[in-house]
């Protein structure tokens, strides 16, 4: 059974619709790759999943239940997480606490509890510095960071939204394995957003293409990148 | 080392603290208790401050404290220490009810509401003429403890302790971790499973029931409440001015600052009568233009800077 069903999802900001009518299905184990040019609905598609919007119209379904009202730290516990395309690591906090905060209130741990748990992700992620403050961290360890904060929610549902950016190719290759082991290990369901194609390319088995808050193609990337109404999308014009 | 001379320091200041009545006069201990009472008020305002809630209402808490304990041994008779108690609690559900609606807003529409509302219930107890006295306030027929200044001096102090044990246990136990995230980002708090309103709210109401309950034992102490005294903006910006000075976000910070400038505006107070506030504003802009850490905040990184450097 699906994890994660969309239905004719909508949201409106005033006059814009950021997100039109998607459908959408996510299984566990699954990496699915979102693409789409600049203001094509990505980011607002993970936030009504998530819960920091309430969508216009349409609905969520997590586990066969709807969760469309449901507000985002509710959803966190179901286990719903997400990073953000804007990184904000937590500041005044070292790399270990942030990621402590998921288990103790995503996953309702106690401190010493959450502690050890933290300790054991960052280890799996072999993110190093972990006492460090967050602004003493590589961007490549910010990002791990950002990754181990997220499974500290204990999630079923993954979604990166372009952690790869900013990060040289040698980096880019190690963040795309440890993504790749931690859908196995945990068997998650993980939604993708990136704008760097070779990624979308070896992660990802299937992609949808976002274009104007609509689902305009999807399929393997392969097949998609050469459909000539997502070429037209990304590069405007007739194609 | 440092942990033993930490835990020296505490005990001797405490020591001091505790004897410090006897061993001075009835000046000085009267100072040491305003001092004290606004120790307590820095501390509870930057409890909420780490929330990254700006607070203007202190005084509001404070006054309706003062009003509760006060109201309540004159109509109802009850003990003064239950009064005390009952200056909290009245200002803890008003925090409550309050915080549902206004704990939505963030920033400075926050700190105006804040403001506003304290100004809202010196204004209701200046008009409520036959239930609280109208502008010239109740007096109390007796005095705590029938005026004993020793005691009311160890009951701000043990209420000083008290805020200052709370305050230490929010920053070492979960709550901390909600409060920072809060501060830092409520978006991603909030997809990290911290139900923030919850966390504001009771924040909110804990501040509120400390501010509440100091109002009582001032009202207490001195016998009388009168909207202008009782709801005195000093009571929110002397507070305010003295977790800035001292640090802000940790407990020591607002009591250090709460000490300085309590003694130094004491002594001011004595050679230039009306001009004190003047230094004291001076010294809020200095602070905050160079040391935005406060004493504490300065204090750490130099300390960080010899440890480098050995």
């Known amino acids: 059974m699906s994890k994660l069903v969309l239905q004719s999802l909508t949201k409106r900001f005033g006059g814009l619709v950021a997100v039109n009518g998607v459908d959408l299905e996510m299984t566990e184990g699954e990496i699915l790759g979102i693409i789409g040019p600049n203001g094509a609905g990505k980011t607002t598609l993970i936030n009504l999943i998530s819960g920091i919007h309430v969508p216009t119209s349409g609905n969520v379904f997590f586990d066969g239940k709807d969760i469309s009202t449901f507000p985002a730290h509710e959803r966190s516990k179901m286990g719903i997480a997400r990073t953000f395309q804007l990184i904000h690591p937590l500041e005044n906090l070292t790399a270990l606490q942030n990621v402590m905060i998921g288990f103790m209130f995503a996953q309702g741990m106690n401190q010493k509890d959450a502690g050890v748990a933290a300790q054991k992700t960052c280890e799996s992620l072999k993110l190093e510095h972990v006492e460090r403050d967050v602004g003493q961290l590589t961007i490549l360890e910010t990002k791990k960071m950002e990754i181990a904060k997220t499974l500290a929610c204990g999630p079923k549902v993954l979604f990166l939204d372009e952690v790869m950016a900013g990060l040289n190719s040698d980096e880019t290759k190690d963040l795309i394995e440890t993504v790749k082991r931690i859908a196995q290990e945990h068997n998650l369901a993980i939604g993708v957003v990136e704008h760097v194609m070779g990624v979308i390319k070896m992660l990802t088995a299937r992609v949808i293409v976002l274009d104007a808050g609509e689902i305009i193609a999807q399929g393997p990337y392969n097949e998609v990148s050469q459909k000539p109404e997502v070429i037209k999308a990304y590069l405007g014009g007739e194609a | ?310």
């Open chain 2, 1 to 310: 080392m440092s942990k033993y001379i930490k835990t020296i320091v505490m005990a001797a200041v405490a020591v001091l603290a505790v004897a410090f009545p006897f061993y001075t006069g009835a000046y000085p201990q009267s100072i040491a208790q305003s001092v004290l009472t606004y120790m307590i008020l820095a501390v509870s305002w930057d409890m909420l401050l780490r929330t990254g809630q700006i607070s203007f209402g202190i005084a509001g808490f404070f006054g309706i404290g003062s009003y509760a304990a006060v109201l309540s041994m004159l109509y109802l008779n009850l003990p003064p220490m239950l009064t005390i108690l009952i200056g909290g609690i009245i200002a803890g559900a008003i925090a409550g009810l309050l915080g549902i609606a206004v704990l939505r807003l963030r920033g400075m529409y926050f700190a105006i509401v804040t403001l506003a509302v304290a100004e809202i219930f010196r204004i209701i107890m200046t008009n409520l003429k036959g239930f609280t006295g109208g502008p010239e306030g109740e007096l109390l027929p007796q005095l705590i403890f029938q005026g004993n200044p020793y005691l009311t001096y160890y009951l701000m102090f043990g209420m000083a302790v008290l805020t200052i044990i709370i305050s230490e246990i929010f920053l070492r136990s979960r709550v901390h971790y909600a409060l920072t995230a809060i501060r830092n980002d409520e978006i991603v708090a909030r997809s990290s499973g911290v139900n923030i309103f919850k966390y504001l709210v009771i924040i909110f109401i804990v501040t509120s029931v400390i501010q509440g309950m100091t109002g009582g034992i001032n009202a207490q102490t001195y016998g009388f409440v009168t909207p202008e005294s009782s709801f005195s903006l000093d009571y929110t910006l002397l507070p305010l001015a003295m977790a800035l000075l001292g640090g802000i976000y940790g407990t020591m910070g607002p009591v250090v600052g709460a000490l300085l400038l309590g003694i130094v505006s004491e002594y001011l107070k004595l050679y230039i009568p009306y001009g004190h506030l003047v230094i004291y504003g001076i010294i809020v802009v200095i602070v905050i233009l160079y040391m935005p850490q406060g004493i504490v905040g300065l204090a750490a990184r130099i300390r960080k800077a010899g440890a480098r450097n050995e």
